[in-house]
């Protein structure tokens, strides 16, 4: 058995860090086409303040980060709708707003080594508990990602022609806002919230690269972010170095290599208008 | 003829100035109706009413007989202006791109089928974009995406289509293509359609119904050449070209020219048609 393997904290960094690299690739996806790349940036930097609050509530800073990563996705969406051709300035209120809060209530937290493991995660230190965590929620986001693939993808594509076609985008948006939030609050405390929102991001652009189909792209965006997850574990295992930026530096490396791939195919990410 | 848009003193507004206001009119059943008008008159403004996407500040909207109160239209089928330049900057072929127009056929979490994917590859092969199917819609010209949109909307069997400004960004051929597909859809499907355009030069000739919306209201004009070439084309349900002679002198007959003696010769024999 491979030196990595024998020990039990790898064992559950590796298994929590493939499950939750499947579902946010998967919630990337539709977060990039539905023009929200910068969503988990909003959510992970609000969810710091949630972790802040549990942190000085005396709670689990995990049920913290959930709770102000929902009020903060949900926020967002009816933004959103108010701002009507300026939208992305929702993204941009939100976030401020979650860093302002994080920032003030941070100085009021004792113990600021507990608060910098959610910034940069600690997925080597987590608990069974959260692991226990973890694997429920993949269950939950994998099952509704497969059951509303058509809705998602619809929503993605045109938002008002889903509509008029009858799909419930309230219904629909709302679960979808749920889950990333609750994800990103989970993904927070192991890959850590300012690496969270490039892992939403990367892999999808990467898999844009050389993907012939949507469901092409999804799968290639699984790819990548699994084998930068698991590859950045076991590189910051034998070399000593941070899993978090490791993990994220992997997956850009992969954007690069399959960007030339699709410059040699012809092909490039300005012909899809990225 | 059964009435299958009924716009009934509907009047609408942004803030408090109105952009239209007591507009009436109604689309018969296999009308071919355009309306145009000049920018800002509110015409696209119109389509989001008919579409439900906003309410009327008065008046009454009914389609196939249903007050329009929400979003949720089965049988209306949907294309607006520039859909393929939206699609360009999605990474999906074709195919998925059409299967999403199934929505109402396929359900609320569930999924497709064989007869689904069949259906999809009918409406693309309707538009003669079937062997284009792999493709990624981004990969596409201006003119192939939109009858890609066309082929979406199509799959779902749409009783009424409409269709703002479908011929904007793309070149003359594409038009002259993806109008030939709303007539042969209009003729031979029975659909009935309502197009936004500033293009009445290109449309006029396959609508029966022209519709002006100025200054917030909403006058008919008949356009000779709308009315004659139409009529024709329903002789000729795969809309061939038709050329129009005269019975005497063999003089062609100009498009939209409604009199009856020939302009060459003087003669008074109705025109005889030829394919």
Same mark, same amino acid.
């Given at each position: 058995m491979p030196a990595i393997l024998q020990y039990a904290y790898m064992q559950r960094a590796l298994l929590v860090g493939l499950l939750l690299s499947v579902i946010v690739a998967c919630l990337g996806t539709v977060m990039v086409h539905k023009r929200l790349s910068l969503i988990g940036d909003a959510l992970s930097h609000s969810s710091l303040a949630g972790v802040a609050i549990g942190l000085l509530g005396g709670f689990n800073p995990i049920l913290g980060a959930m709770g102000v990563c929902i009020v903060a996705a949900f926020s967002i969406e009816a933004i959103r709708k108010k701002l009507g051709n300026h939208s992305e300035l929702a993204v941009a209120i939100v976030m401020s707003t979650g860093i302002g809060l994080a920032g003030v209530?941070?100085?009021?937290?004792?113990?600021?080594?507990?608060?910098?493991?959610?910034?940069?995660?600690?997925?080597?230190?987590?608990?069974?508990?959260?692991?226990?965590?973890?694997?429920? $929620?993949?269950?939950?986001?994998?099952?509704?990602?497969?059951?509303?693939?058509?809705?998602?993808?619809?929503?993605?594509?045109?938002?008002? #022609?889903?509509?008029?076609?009858?799909?419930?985008?309230?219904?629909?948006?709302?679960?979808? *806002?749920i889950l990333t939030a609750v994800t990103v609050s989970i993904a927070a405390r192991t890959v850590g919230a300012l690496i969270i929102s490039s892992l939403l991001v990367v892999p999808v652009a990467a898999a844009m690269s050389i993907a012939r189909s949507y469901k092409t792209t999804v799968l290639w965006a699984i790819f990548v972010s699994a084998v930068s997850t698991i590859g950045g574990l076991v590189l910051s295992f034998y070399l000593g170095l941070k899993p978090g930026g490791t993990i994220v530096l992997i997956s850009v490396v992969f954007f690069l290599l399959f960007r030339f791939l699709g410059f040699l195919r012809g092909r490039s990410m300005s012909s899809k208008g990225v | 003829m059964t009435k299958v848009i009924e716009v009934e003193d509907v009047s609408f507004g942004y803030t408090r100035d109105m952009i239209l206001e007591h507009v009436n009119f109604d689309v018969e059943q296999g009308d071919f109706a355009v309306v145009?008008?000049?920018?800002?008159?509110? =015409?696209? *403004?119109?389509?989001? $009413?008919? $579409?439900?996407?906003?309410?009327? *500040?008065?008046?009454?909207?009914?389609?196939?007989? +249903?007050?329009?109160?929400?979003?949720? =239209?089965?049988?209306?089928?949907?294309?607006?202006?520039?859909?393929?330049?939206?699609?360009?900057?999605?990474?999906? *072929?074709?195919?998925?791109?059409?299967?999403?127009?199934?929505?109402?056929?396929?359900?609320?979490?569930?999924?497709?089928? +064989?007869?689904? +994917?069949?259906? #999809?590859?009918?409406?693309?092969?309707?538009?003669?974009?079937?062997?284009? +199917?792999?493709?990624?819609?981004?990969?596409?010209?201006?003119?192939?995406?939109?009858?890609?949109?066309?082929?979406?909307?199509?799959?779902?069997?749409?009783?009424?289509?409409?269709?703002?400004?479908?011929?904007?960004?793309?070149?003359?051929?594409?038009?002259?293509?993806?109008?030939?597909?709303?007539?042969?859809?209009?003729?031979?499907?029975?659909?009935?359609?309502?197009?936004?355009?500033?293009?009445?030069? =290109?449309?006029?000739?396959? #609508?029966?119904?022209?519709?002006?919306?100025?200054?917030?209201?909403?006058?008919?004009?008949?356009?000779?050449?709308a009315k004659i070439v139409h009529a024709h084309a329903h002789s000729h349900p795969h809309g061939e070209a038709t050329h129009i002679h005269c019975a005497n002198c063999e003089h062609e007959k100009e498009h939209g020219h409604d009199s009856e003696h020939c302009a060459e010769c003087g003669h008074c024999e109705k025109y005889k048609e030829e394919k």
């Open positions: 209530l941070s100085g009021f937290v004792r113990s600021s080594a507990d608060f910098n493991s959610f910034l940069f995660g600690s997925i080597v230190a987590i608990s069974g508990f959260e692991a226990r965590l973890v694997l429920i $929620l993949a269950v939950i986001v994998l099952v509704a990602f497969v059951i509303l693939y058509k809705e998602l993808f619809y929503i993605s594509f045109d938002e008002q #022609a889903a509509s008029i076609s009858g799909v419930p985008v309230g219904v629909v948006n709302a679960i979808f *806002t | 145009i008008g000049d920018n800002g008159v509110g =015409k696209s *403004t119109m389509v989001k $009413l008919l $579409l439900g996407v906003n309410r009327p *500040t008065e008046g009454h909207i009914r389609i196939c007989g +249903k007050e329009v109160s929400s979003l949720r =239209k089965n049988g209306i089928g949907y294309l607006p202006q520039n859909g393929g330049s939206r699609a360009a900057s999605f990474p999906a *072929t074709c195919e998925e791109i059409v299967m999403s127009g199934l929505y109402s056929k396929i359900g609320f979490a569930r999924f497709p089928g +064989k007869s689904h +994917k069949a259906k #999809a590859e009918e409406s693309l092969k309707m538009v003669g974009m079937l062997d284009r +199917k792999k493709d990624l819609i981004g990969e596409l010209s201006g003119g192939q995406q939109q009858r890609v949109m066309l082929a979406r909307v199509l799959s779902g069997d749409p009783e009424v289509l409409i269709l703002d400004e479908p011929t904007v960004g793309i070149d003359a051929e594409s038009v002259d293509r993806l109008l030939h597909i709303l007539h042969h859809l209009n003729i031979d499907k029975k659909v009935t359609i309502l197009m936004v355009t500033h293009d009445i030069e =290109k449309v006029g000739p396959y #609508a029966n119904r022209v519709l002006c919306l100025s200054e917030g209201a909403c006058r008919e004009e008949m356009l000779p050449q």
